[in-house]
């Protein structure tokens, strides 16, 4: 199946969705998830970490306020740039490189831990991204990753972009990656998970309108789609998102307190 679907421009289109925008103003909101899930890793100050497809670098920066050795890898350079202005900014140590996440420019076994925050789940083959974050993490070394579910508000929005831009045909949803039983059968026995947590991170805005502008606005591939729409369509699309906010939102005072599941995990390489 995987052998009829055109991996290679589906991430080229991914790239340029990513490239569109300005996604850390909404990636930046998102640092606690990093935080907490470095946490979760037991990072260790001189450890090796690689964040793979990293975006601005919330995991490297995690890592690195602990002293970790931290390299954030992705295929958007524009990203890595305002990563690295971050970095500087804050005077942590991070390297940034370019790199796709179904084939991490880093030899076998280089990493202590090897992290994503929402963001592997978004290469098109998964099975290789798996395969990849195995092959960079040493024997008895941890994967940690945060992964959007399906169901939770997240898998919603997807849902609710996919009735405007259906997905390539056979390609997976990326919150499966938020479920216990895809990486089960992504990683097999290659990896024993000893930490599934459910965790939800809630997305705060004035309104749901202001949700709605804030990721037609900087969120790459739904800025992207936004361009290609008419007047008329573009006006539709802004209310389909500022429902999904009303949707989920549990604030009673007109603002957005908008909780979205995501699954943590946290998992042992076997020599």
């Given at each position: ?127 290789r991204a ?24 997240i898998g ?19 919150t499966l ?95």
């Amino acid at each position: 199946m995987t052998g009829t679907i055109d991996f290679e421009t589906i991430k080229k289109n991914q790239r340029a969705g990513w490239e569109t925008g300005d996604y850390p103003r909404v990636g930046n909101t998102l640092q606690i998830i990093a935080e907490l899930l470095v946490e979760a890793a037991d990072v260790r100050a001189g450890q090796t970490v690689l964040d793979v497809a990293c975006g601005q670098g919330n995991a490297a920066m995690a890592a690195a306020r602990r002293f970790a050795e931290a390299t954030g890898v992705d295929y958007a350079t524009n990203l890595l740039e305002q990563g690295r202005d971050r970095a500087a900014a804050e005077h942590l140590d991070v390297t940034f490189q370019e790199g796709d996440a179904e084939a991490l420019p880093v030899p076998d076994q280089a990493f202590d831990l090897v992290v994503s925050t929402v963001g592997v789940m978004f290469a098109p083959n998964h099975q290789r991204a798996a395969d990849e974050l195995v092959r960079v993490t040493k024997p008895g070394g941890r994967i940690a990753l945060a992964c959007w579910t399906p169901t939770g508000m997240i898998g919603d929005l997807f849902k609710t972009v996919g009735k405007w831009a259906p997905p390539p045909a056979g390609v997976r949803p990326p919150t499966l990656w938020g479920t216990s039983e895809h990486l089960a059968s992504l990683f097999g026995d290659r990896v024993e998970w000893t930490a599934l947590t459910g965790r939800t991170y809630t997305f705060r805005y004035h309104s749901p309108a202001h949700f709605s502008e804030w990721f037609r606005q900087f969120y790459g591939p739904i800025t992207r789609l936004a361009g290609t729409l008419s007047d008329e369509d573009r006006e539709r699309f802004a209310i389909d998102l500022a429902e999904v906010a009303v949707r989920f939102n549990r604030a009673s005072d007109g603002t957005v307190a908008a909780p979205a599941d995501y699954l943590e995990s946290v998992g042992v390489v076997r020599g």
